[in-house]
């Protein structure tokens, strides 16, 4: 009898360390190592109205991509005089919240590293987010 009470403490240990295991993957953050990240060498003053339109479409972006069926999302921004076009993805495998998370860190990444560029792309692991001030 006590061979089988051992046996069962064992199993049960067992059981729950395969549980924490899975626990643990469900609770992971999207990868935003970055693979690419490109700006476009044409630029743009502080003060012109396409700085409106980048804001705007990468906002947007960020925002709405995540709520999208398969997590693949473009927009163009509403500024007659300064248009800027936008793209993002989400790898479909993520949840809307990891979807979310990786555009925020895709969203920062293109902002900073592209300043005043007309256009910016970047390939993280598990999103990617691009603009340009012409459609693609």
Same mark, same amino acid.
């Given at each position: 009898m006590a061979l089988v009470q051992k046996l069962?403490?064992?199993m049960t240990i067992i059981s729950l360390i395969g549980l924490t295991g899975l626990l643990s %993957? !469900?609770?992971s953050e999207p990868n935003?190592?970055?693979n /690419? /990240?490109?700006c476009n060498e044409n630029g743009y003053a502080e003060?012109?109205?396409y700085a409106d339109s980048v804001a705007y %479409?990468? !906002?947007d972006l960020m925002n %709405?991509?995540?709520s999208r069926q398969g997590f693949d999302y473009s927009t163009v921004s509403p500024y007659g005089t300064a248009v800027s076009y936008g793209h993002a993805t989400c790898n479909t495998g993520l949840s809307n919240n990891d979807c979310a998370n990786c555009l925020v860190a895709a969203k920062a990444s293109v902002s900073s590293s592209c300043l005043n560029s007309v256009g910016g792309r970047v390939a993280m692991v598990d999103c990617a987010m691009r603009y340009e001030n012409y459609p693609f």
């Open positions: 069962n403490m064992i %993957v !469900a609770k935003t190592n970055v /690419l /990240l490109w003060e012109d109205p %479409v990468l !906002a %709405v991509t995540p």
